[in-house]
């Protein structure tokens, strides 16, 4: 008897532990599957990548004030490192640096960090589409949530009539023109002056002291683009950002483009009505346009399975799917700026005494880059 109480109490305690494996594997099942789906809505991932990157440039706005507070107060706060990245937003001293890399061969010195994160962007643009506006730029990122903010609020953007908007396109390639003409009539010795002088060797601490002393004119003009930017998508990028304008025109060569397959599509208009581009996507098959930001909000709300996809050409049996393209850009990102870190092509070669000494004359006409 007792051996057959031990026996019924052991089945039942086999049977307990199946059940409670049982529900475990399905809680985890549940929460696998969760996560799967989590990682389908490609706008999770966007927003996780998104918010990465700006937590990184806010930190690195920290560490840079720390950094000239220091010098401004003759070493009486808290001493912190130059953080390299903030080079990221000297782009036309990044672009000077390349070209004269390609005349001289001398991989210029001051803002190393700057053509680095140049470069990765410039080749990502090239083969992944403008992936940077989509996924890492912060002001990207702070316009979405601004016309979001306006479509709460007024229940829907403000687009521009075609015979405003193409004109006003076309503002940021004349932009961008005007810096890339400055640029390419340049000589190599030009160059040199300019990478070399006191103006350039100093610009990142002018950038900064642009924003924390803003003149009243800068503030309302960035407060205008803002408020713009709460009816108008992407006011900012689409109109004016000649950076985004270097980028959209080399993804136009970019083989990786979201891809609409006609046989399988319903014509839900479904990805035409979240497209931040006002790109008419369900009537295309390939999105060649140079306003796509790859940033997948058609992909994501496409009902119909394997109808809009990035592909690399119309006939690719295989996709990419957003999570593998946010891995990539990560991974491209951390790969080749640790690589520039570790070979020596990260860190400026601008000596702190330097700083000392520029910081307190910032003012002084050998800072005028007009000179
Ligand atoms: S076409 Fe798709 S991926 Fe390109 S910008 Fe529009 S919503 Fe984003
Ligand atoms: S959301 Fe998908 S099914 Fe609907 S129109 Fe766009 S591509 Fe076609």
Not at 270 to 285: A, D, G, Q, R, Y
Request: with cysteine.
């Amino acid at each position: 008897m007792e051996g057959e109480n031990l026996y019924v109490f052991r089945n039942d305690i086999s049977f307990s532990m199946l059940i409670l494996h049982a529900d475990s594997k399905k809680m985890m099942n549940k929460r696998e599957s969760k996560l799967i789906l989590w990682m389908n809505k490609s706008q999770n991932i966007r927003l996780l990548v998104q918010t990465g990157f700006l937590i990184l440039i806010i930190w690195m706005g920290f560490q840079f004030y720390g950094f000239v507070r220091y010098f401004e107060s003759d070493g009486l706060t808290e001493q912190f490192r130059r953080p390299p990245g903030v080079e990221g937003f000297l782009p036309i001293s990044s672009l000077m640096g390349i070209k004269y890399f390609f005349l001289t061969g001398d991989f210029n010195p001051i803002h190393p960090a700057g053509m680095v994160l140049f470069m990765v962007f410039f080749l990502f643009a090239l083969l992944m589409k403008k992936g940077f506006c989509g996924w890492i730029c912060p002001v990207g990122f702070l316009s979405e949530y601004l016309w979001k903010f306006g479509k709460k609020i007024f229940k829907r953007n403000f687009v521009l009539p075609v015979w405003l908007d193409i004109p006003l396109r076309s503002l940021k390639y004349l932009i961008l023109l005007f810096f890339v003409w400055a640029i390419i009539t340049m000589s190599a010795e030009d160059l040199k002056n300019f990478l070399y002088g006191p103006y350039n060797r100093i610009a990142d601490v002018k950038m900064l002291m642009f924003f924390v002393h803003i003149s009243a004119f800068g503030l309302t003009v960035i407060l205008v683009l803002a408020l713009l930017s709460v009816f108008i998508k992407n006011f900012w990028c689409r109109y004016l950002c000649p950076y985004g304008a270097f980028l959209g025109f080399l993804s136009l060569f970019s083989p990786l483009k979201v891809t609409r397959n006609p046989e399988t599509c319903t014509d839900c208009k479904e990805c035409t009505s979240v497209c931040p581009s006002n790109i008419k996507v369900h009537t295309k098959l390939r999105i060649h346009s140079d306003e796509c930001m790859a940033c997948a909000a058609c992909l994501s709300v496409c009902p119909e399975e394997d109808t809009l996809k990035f592909r690399v050409s119309k006939k690719a049996k295989k996709s990419i799917p957003p999570w593998v393209y946010a891995v990539v850009l990560v991974a491209a990102f951390i790969i080749v700026t640790g690589f520039a870190m570790f070979t020596g092509y990260w860190d400026s070669a601008v000596q702190p005494e330097e700083y000392q000494h520029w910081i307190h004359q910032l003012d002084s006409p050998e800072l005028d880059h007009l000179r």
